[in-house]
């Protein structure tokens, strides 16, 4: 099990705003690892940050243990990386095959693989199967989300960047969600997990990182993280 | 229940089924075809009623039969102006739908078709060639050149001149644009006049046919020609090829789905491996080809150019984009297709209708544009805005 993905000390600025003040984590191959921490503190600019779509000003990002920080987006998902972006961002005019056929936009399309991933896609979510034809904006909120993961999951990635898949979800979706990330975590891909819904996060990790205002104020194993005092006063609602 | 499912994604994946990709390429020109139906058909039986209502008040000519003598030629010259626009519309909106800002050069890319046109023609005249040259080979060379040129040239101007502002405020990169269009009115007539071709340069072709007599309808004593001459026929025929491939490009391709991807998130496309700035480039690329294959067809129709023959043709194309909802392709089209209409109806039967005291492109003009004002006014996000989902 060895280190996949790694930031070290990094530090994003959206222009003047320091957003990210010298992160750092690490995720293992094989692993579900979840990034919790209450509003603005910094985690999708850290998952943007790992996908290129910001650059770190500072610090450096490495993935399969070369640098990846100066490498722009497009040529992050082929290394294997994938993610799923917070607010789902489906393309609303595209058709739901039409995005799947987008994410796996880097790999030729009509071959043997390409058809398995989609049969894995529709797998896992039946109901993209059912509604294929439908254009990616009338979908519901929870359909959205599918989409949004499984159009990840169309780029073959090592690694999948998760932002807040159980927002405004119900929650029996949320649990199915969850179960389906098990899933995907256990065919092989690793998982790096941004959730604000911390208990939920915490029940499927193995790891966990707490953060605040760019930084990384807590580190340990999702079992003791759960246990923890000021986890649980913050995080978890229990006093 | 796998079985079936397997079934339905193993033919998904494999190869859509002919009927969807044929749908997805002839959909929007159906609907183009539509509108021109319907154009001529209401524009048609405006003017008829018109002619009937004022029938009374001339005894000059009969006002009914006039109408309907130049109707076919009306409706040929809608055609024409209509497919005119509509090439040069969807340079503006494919560039607005992704980028959102409008390029005001993109008149000026279709004028540089104009002139290897004329470029073109001088060559071959130059050389003895023209003569014999067949006409058919003519149009197909002189439409790819300038598809070649004016595409290459617009690709540059996005790179020098756009892609360093594309995150300044969208009123500094319009002043860029309309900065270039002024140089390349500059340059283009100065290349012009250190050349044969001149200011107002000649574009000589082969003979190109006779005009063609599709029917003689009699009315009366005098008959209603219709009739189409062949410069106007390889206009409205180029065009419908050159749309056609566009849809499949836009709407079949991977390609195209990219495009259409990046304009509707551009973050998000580059997540999935899609080069933004590649794609971006593209549509500059099929924009230009486009403008620059109606400068050529333009040419070659009315046979003198000069360096700002782009200008108003610009003006009129960017306001049938708007009229269809800009940022939408087949919205560009039908947008076109209509202000061509309305151009050509209002510039013939305006000055027949009022005995020649209202003659002019200049009124067809004010008319014209009145009307479009009155439509965007009850339809502002434009005809096809929000009802179609075919945006870019
Ligand atoms: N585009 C932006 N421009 C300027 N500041 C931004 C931008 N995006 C985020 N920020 C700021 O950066 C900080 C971190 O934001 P980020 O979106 O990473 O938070 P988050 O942890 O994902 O929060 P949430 O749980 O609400 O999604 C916040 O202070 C936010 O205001
Ligand atoms: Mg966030």
Redesign the interface.
Known sequence: MGVLLQLDTVHTYYGQIHALKGMSITVNEGEVVTLIGSNGAGKSTTLRTI???LRPRQGQVTFKGARIDKI????I??LGI??S?EGR?I????TV??NL???A??HP??TPE??ND??RV??LF?RL?ER?KQ?GGTLSGGEQQMLAIG?ALM?RPSVLLLDEPSMGLAPVLVEQIFDIVKEINAQGTTVLLVEQNAHMALAIAHRGYVIQTGQIVLEDDARALSKNEMVQKAYLGIE | MTAQGEAVSGSLGTRRSITTILGQIFGPLLQIFYFVIGSAVILGAIVIILALLLRGTRDDIDLLQGTLIILPQVIVDSLVRGFLYAMIALGYTMVYGVLEFINFAHGEIFMVGAFVSAGFGLVLANSGALETFNPFAFVVIAVLLGAAVSGTLAVSIERVAYRPMRNSPRLVLLISTIGMSLLLQDLVRIIATMTPLGFNARVQTPNLGSALTLAQIPLGERTINVIIDSRSLIFILASIVMLIFLNYLVNVTRMGKAIRAVAQDMPTASLMGINVNNIIALTFLIGGALGGAAGVLFGIRVQAINPYVGFLPGVKAFTAAVLGGIGNITGAMVGGIVLGFLEAFVASYLSLFTAGQFAGANYADIAAFSILIIILIFKPEGLLGEATTQKV
């Open positions: 996908s290129g779509l722009p987006p497009h040529e998902v082929k994938a993610q972006p961002r393309f609303p005019r595209l095959l039409e056929e987008m994410g936009y880097i399309s009509g390409y058809r989609l049969e529709f797998n039946p199967r294929y254009k159009r780029t």
